[in-house]
């Protein structure tokens, strides 16, 4: 879409914004109050503006407004100081969008079932943000989305009222980059990409957000922000396919793929070392890579690379139950019947987040096989049965070394750092260790991409040791 040439009014609009967002008298909002945008509204209140968050869940609303938070990298207190100051308040209703200067939109984009882009959350809270639209208006799309979505679905949304983007209102896309659970980067101290639409577009969603975030990274349109986003997410998921087929290989060469990749990454230029696990999860790389694909495939193009890491990556699962499978089996126990305790479920460490999580895959594939089922998170103290396909709801055990001892198999998912290993190690009968979160070789610990532990028959124990 070509770029629109700043008129007089655009000008206008624009000195105006200009002036409110150095004053910080600029009234701005965050559209979804989730992972992305409780962080994203708690810095620009931060920076000293007025900031509404506009969400669906009353929960979060009475949450934010009681001065509480419920997303782990932001602490309550942040939350209450900028309550009672006034410059953070949440609401269910849109109408406040008439009183803003500026909108940010962190609503989610998942997939359906067919692999396709569910715009349905974007498109929802664009139509509501097009019926107050006014003039001199900034609004960011944040939701990770396939290329060219800010210019061919949201403009054409917002200017149908006869509001010409870049001109009388501005707009951009500036991709969410937060990474949750990591210490040291946070929304404040990751660069922030921001492409608009129309150079006072992108020079005004700059300003913005250098209230607020340290280093901003102009580009030159929204689609191409969009894009940024897609190949950082696709580069880690191609590369997390490929070292899983790593590891299913050193699986079958007898050799251990954590010893592999330590040693490559003392290469110190040209390397990047990926850990295998039991597959992908999260709201971003099993899922944004497909709208990358989708979108190509619209073009007649076929996205190999995104296919073959979905595909390694989507078998990850069930290569750990048969990896499960054959450690009991070495323990003279079949999976039907054996309890196996889940160590770890959230999609990565040191979070609470479910979605997309692979051990929701093997669990189902562990129950279908006819195994108990337990699991043991300290951040995930429920699962309801909706949520996966044993469906029955599961309370987390608390992990003691009774807990531990009376599983069959203990399986360990995710690496969670306030796990105790040592106890694990030595409480457990046997372990199936998918993360490398037991340090050496043990007798009853398997670790998938290497080789089974030197073990002696239980039946026969005169028999010779075997790999
Ligand atoms: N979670 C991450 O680590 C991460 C990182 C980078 C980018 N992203 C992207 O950011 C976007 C948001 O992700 P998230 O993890 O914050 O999602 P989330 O589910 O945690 O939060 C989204 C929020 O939007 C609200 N919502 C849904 N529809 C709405 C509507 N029409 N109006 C108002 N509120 C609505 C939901 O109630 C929810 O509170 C997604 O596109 C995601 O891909 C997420």
Redesign the pocket.
Known sequence: MSQPVSSGHGDQYSAVLRDRLAARTARVGV???????LPLAVEFARAGFETTG????QR?IDAVNHGTSYIPDVPTSEVAKFVAAGTLNATADFGVVAELDTINI????PLRKTKDPDMS?IV??VEQIAKRLHPGMLGVL???TYPGTTEELEQPMLEANGLRAGVDFFLAFSP?????GNPTFNTHNVPKVVGGVGALSTELASMLYLTAIETIVPVSSPQAAEMVKLLENTFRMVNIGLVNEIALMCDRLGLDVWEVVKAAATKPFGFMPFYPGPGLG???IPI?PFYLSWKAKQTGFDPRFIELAGQINGSMPQFVVEKITDALNRHQKSINGSTVLVLGVAYKREIDDMRESPALDVMALLHQKGATVRYADPYVPAIAARAWHGGFDMQTEALTADALADADCVAILTEHRAVDYDMVLKSSRLIVDTRNAIAGKHPHVFKIGAPAPVMVLARNPGQKAMA
Do not use: F, M, N, Q
């Not at 969410?176 to 949750?180: A, G």
């Open positions: 559209v979804g109050l989730g992972y992305v945008g506009i969400d669906l869940d979060k962190c609503v989610p984009t959350y929802s809270a944040e939701s990770t969410e980059r937060v990474d949750p999260g709201h971003c944004d």
